[in-house]
C-alpha cells in the first residue's frame, strides 16, 4: 500500500452549517456537493468531505448511535502558512467565519507560532507557522 491520503472525512451534526463554516465563512471551494455531503478540494489530489455523521458512521459499520458524541472529536487537522503574521490573520478569519478560538496563538518551545481554532463541531486545526516546513517542486516535506 502506498503512503498517501486522498480523502479526509469529517463526520459533522449538520452539514449545512459546516457548509456555512468552510466554503460561506473561509471561502474554500466546492468539488461537489450532496444533501448528505459536501467535498472540498483543499490540495493537489485531496479532498476534504463534510459527511453527515449518522450516514457516515453507517457506511463504516460504526456500532454507534447516528449523532455525533458531544466530546471533542479526536482528530487535529494542520494548516501551515508562511509566518506568524499569517498565523494571526487566519486564527482572525477563522473566527469571524464561526469558529472558537481554543488556543490563542504563541510561540511555542519547538522554535513555531501556532494557534487552535475549533469548527462547529469542535474539530481542532491548528494554524501554525513553522520554519523548518518546506515542500519541494515534488511535494516533499522537511521538517
Known amino acids: 500500500m502506498q503512503p498517501r491520503v486522498d480523502f479526509i472525512s469529517l463526520g459533522v451534526r449538520s452539514v449545512a452549517a459546516s457548509r456555512r463554516f468552510y466554503v460561506d465563512g473561509l471561502g474554500w471551494p466546492v468539488h461537489r456537493e450532496f444533501p448528505e455531503v459536501v467535498f472540498i478540494q483543499v490540495n493537489h489530489g485531496l479532498i476534504l468531505s463534510l459527511w453527515d455523521a449518522g450516514q457516515m458512521q453507517a457506511e463504516a459499520a460504526v456500532d454507534a448511535p447516528a449523532a455525533v458524541p458531544a466530546a471533542v472529536p479526536c482528530i487535529t487537522l494542520s494548516h501551515n502558512v508562511a509566518s506568524a503574521d499569517e498565523v494571526d490573520q487566519v486564527v482572525a478569519q477563522a473566527q469571524a467565519a464561526g469558529a472558537t478560538v481554543v488556543a490563542s496563538p504563541k510561540t511555542q518551545p519547538w522554535g513555531g507560532y501556532t494557534g487552535y481554532v475549533a469548527d462547529p463541531d469542535g ?7 513553522n520554519p523548518t516546513w518546506t515542500v519541494d517542486d515534488g511535494g516533499r516535506v522537511t521538517v
Open 123 to 129: 474539530f481542532r486545526w491548528e494554524i501554525a507557522f
